[in-house]
Nanobody, 116 residues
C-alpha cells in the first residue's frame, strides 16, 4: 500500500523559514522524480520545485528561486523542501508528488501560513 506523508508545515512570520518533509512507502522511491506543488485558496496549483530520482538535477519556479531548496535522501525515502525568506504569498497547502512519466502518487498536503 502506497503512503506519501508530508509534514513540517505551520505558521511562520514573513522572513522566516520552514522545512517540509515528505516520506514515502509502498513503491520504489529511488526511481521516482519527486515534486512539490502548492495551492493557495482561489488559485491554481503551482509546481514549486522538482528533483530527479538521483537528486542530480533540480528545478524551481521563478517565484521561489534563491529562497527554496529541494533535496532528497533515498535511503530514508524522504524528500525535503527548505523554505527561507518566506513571504505572505507563499501561503498555501504544499503537496508532495512522486513522478514517473506522469504524476503517480500524492500526499495529503501540509498547510504553510506566512503571516505576522
Amino acid at each position: 500500500q502506497v503512503h506519501v506523508v508530508e509534514s513540517g508545515g505551520g505558521l511562520v512570520q514573513p522572513g522566516g523559514s520552514l522545512r517540509l518533509s515528505c516520506t514515502a512507502s509502498g513503491f520504489i522511491f529511488s526511481i521516482y522524480d519527486m515534486r512539490w506543488y502548492r495551492q493557495a485558496p482561489g488559485k491554481e496549483s503551482e509546481l514549486v520545485a522538482a528533483i530527479t530520482s538521483t537528486g542530480s538535477v533540480t528545478n524551481y519556479a521563478d517565484s521561489v528561486k534563491g529562497r527554496f531548496t529541494i533535496s532528497r535522501d533515498n535511503a530514508q525515502r524522504t524528500v525535503y523542501l527548505q523554505m527561507n525568506s518566506l513571504k505572505p504569498e507563499d501561503t498555501a497547502v504544499y503537496y508532495c508528488n512522486a513522478w514517473n512519466f506522469g504524476p503517480k502518487y500524492w500526499g495529503q498536503g501540509t498547510q504553510v501560513t506566512v503571516s505576522s
